[in-house]
């Protein structure tokens, strides 16, 4: 069992990412995980119900989206 930030989760051998704890704390302030899925050895994606503010109704909506992950590597900092 791993953990990333505040949600515990496993992975699953056919590529699927089961949230152990999605804590309803998280919930109110960053939206619900409702599901997550490696797509290879460096990247996830993470599919989540959250509110985004809408500019033009100038108001929040609940929108679903879909997040994905990349490891970067080979970073020079100077």
Known sequence: MDYFSIILYNLKPNNEIEVIDN???YHSEYGVI????RIDENSFQVNL???LYDFEDRIWVEADIEISYAKVSDIYID
Do not use: L
């Open 23 to 25: 804590n309803p704390d």
């Open 49 to 51: 119900s959250t509110k």
């Open 34 to 37: 409702n599901s997550a899925s």
